[in-house]
Nanobody, 119 residues
C-alpha cells in the first residue's frame, strides 16, 4: 500500500515563503501528483497538480504564487509557496491521480502538514 508523508509546514508571515515536500513510497511514476489543502471549517480543495510528463495546473487562487514539482527518482514532490496570504492557512495534503483530467484522489490521506500564515 502506498503511503504518503507530507512535511515542511510551519508558521510564516504574510508575504513569506514555504516549501512543502511529499514522499510517496511505492508509487509508480506514471501518475499525476496532487496537492490539496483544507482550511478550518472548509472542504478539502485541490491546489495543484503535475502529470508524469510535467503538465501542471493550479487553483486560480494560487496561480502565480505556488509551483509544484516532482522528482520521480526520489519518489518525492514539492510545493513551493511564495507570497503567502492568511487565507492560505490550512492543512496541506499530497495525493495522486490517474491523469490530468481524472483527478479523483487515489491514495489514503496522510497526516498532512500545517501551514499557518499570520503576523
Amino acid at each position: 500500500q502506498v503511503q504518503v508523508v507530507e512535511s515542511g509546514g510551519g508558521l510564516v508571515q504574510p508575504g513569506g515563503s514555504l516549501r512543502l515536500s511529499c514522499t510517496a513510497s511505492k508509487l509508480g511514476s506514471n501518475y499525476a501528483l496532487t496537492w490539496y489543502r483544507q482550511a478550518p471549517g472548509k472542504q478539502r480543495e485541490l491546489v495543484a497538480l503535475i502529470t508524469h510528463y510535467e503538465r501542471r495546473d493550479y487553483a486560480d487562487v494560487v496561480k502565480g504564487r505556488f509551483t509544484i514539482s516532482r522528482d520521480d527518482a526520489k519518489n518525492t514532490m514539492s510545493l513551493q509557496m511564495n507570497a503567502l496570504r492568511p487565507e492560505d492557512t490550512a492543512l496541506y495534503y499530497c495525493n495522486a491521480a490517474a491523469t490530468y483530467y481524472d483527478r479523483m484522489p487515489l491514495l489514503s490521506w496522510g497526516q498532512g502538514t500545517k501551514v499557518t500564515v499570520s503576523s
